[in-house]
Every structure is written in C-alpha cells, then in structure tokens.
C-alpha cells in the first residue's frame, strides 16, 4: 500500500508559479513510476505529467509541456510538479498518482495508476 499526500496548492495570479508536493509513505515509493493529473470544475480529470522509477524519463500533456516541470526525490519519498507561466485554465484540484511496481515508466492513462493522493486546489486568477 502507498499513502499519497499533496500539498502547495492555493491562489496565485496569471503568470505566477507554485511547486506541488506529493509525499508518499512506505519504502517502496522508488519502485512506483508516478503521474501527476487535474480536474476542472465540471471536467473530467485530465494527465498532466509523469516520471519514471527513477526520474529518468517525464512525459507531459501537450497543454502543460514547457510550463511544468515534474521531478522526484527517492531519498524524500516526493514527487514534485513545478508549474510556471500559470494560466487561469490551469485551475483545478491537482492529485498525484502512483502506479504498480510492476512499470518502470508512467504512463498517461489514469486507470493505471493503483494509489491516489486526496488532491491540492490551485487556482489561477485573471
């Protein structure tokens, strides 16, 4: 079982930046590839990003690609999503996701990932 928690959430304005956090529990958070995903007030949720077993190799949707940055640190157990250049369509409770040990990649589709975070509200004003 992995115990995911988000934090860094809140308000921030067009143009502004803030880092998401997502620590996991246990000793195996370096053996879960993990993936970052939104929703939008009436959306469905949406992938954001992921990051291999070891940081490795990232893969970002297109709407985020060069804005988000997503890192991890084993030693911590974290995962991180650094976003920059907000916009107010970014604007959704962000939840981080871990899948099964079994991958070493992330993948961008949300039914496979096995564990997931309560989820961070950002919203970005105009």
């Known amino acids: 079982q992995v115990q995911l928690v988000e934090s860094g959430g809140g308000l921030v304005q067009a143009g502004g930046s803030l880092r998401l956090s997502c620590a996991a529990s246990g000793r195996t958070f370096s053996t879960h590839a993990m993936g970052w995903f939104r929703q939008a007030p009436g959306k469905e949720r949406e992938f954001v990003a992921t990051?291999?077993?070891?940081?490795?190799?990232?893969y970002y949707a297109d709407s985020v690609k060069g804005r988000f940055i997503i890192s991890r640190d084993n030693a911590k157990n974290t995962v991180y999503l650094q976003m920059n250049s907000l916009k107010p369509d970014d604007t959704a409770v962000y939840y981080c996701a871990a899948r099964a040990a079994r991958y070493y990649s992330g993948t961008y589709y949300e039914n496979e990932y096995d564990y997931w975070g309560q989820g961070t509200q950002v919203t970005v004003s105009s």
């Open positions: 990051i291999s077993r070891s940081g490795g190799s990232t």
